[in-house]
Nanobody
Framework: QVQLVESGGALVQAGNSLRLSCAAS?????????MAWYRQASGKQRQLVAS???????NYVDSVKGRFTISRDNAIDTMYLQMNNLEPEDTAVYYC???????????????WGQGTQVTVSS
């Protein structure tokens, strides 16, 4: 099974930037899987933030469009999330996973990692 490790979270002020990383391992096919970032705010359900196919096609939820950029380096099975102009509403634990299915109906199938905490102060 694919294992995932997230890193890069921090406490930042609103308007600042962060770059999250997601290192994947455990399969020789990671480079062809669609990968996705999720986030879970305290007391809320985990929600999809952005996804990227093996070929580099990206999708974003409306709330992060124009501020977040998802990318991946298939040579090292690592995905990134560049987050600019952060807002307090972005505060959450961020997770990554490999997913199957279509946008809007993704099925995560890797092992969830511990996540990385992003806290944005106003």
């Amino acid at each position: 099974q694919v294992q995932l490790v997230e890193s890069g979270g921090a406490l930042v002020q609103a308007g600042n930037s962060l770059r999250l990383s997601c290192a994947a391992s455990g399969s020789p096919y990671i480079d062809i899987y669609t990968m996705a970032w999720y986030r879970q705010a305290s007391g809320k359900q985990r929600q999809l933030v952005a996804s990227i196919t093996g070929g580099g096609t990206a999708n974003y939820v409306d709330s992060v469009k124009g501020r977040f950029t998802i990318s991946r380096d298939n040579a090292i099975d690592t995905m990134y999330l560049q987050m600019n102009n952060l807002e307090p509403e972005d505060t959450a634990v961020y997770y990554c996973n490999v997913v199957a299915g279509d946008v809007g109906a993704y099925r995560p199938f890797g092992s969830w990692g511990q996540g990385t905490q992003v806290t944005v102060s106003s």
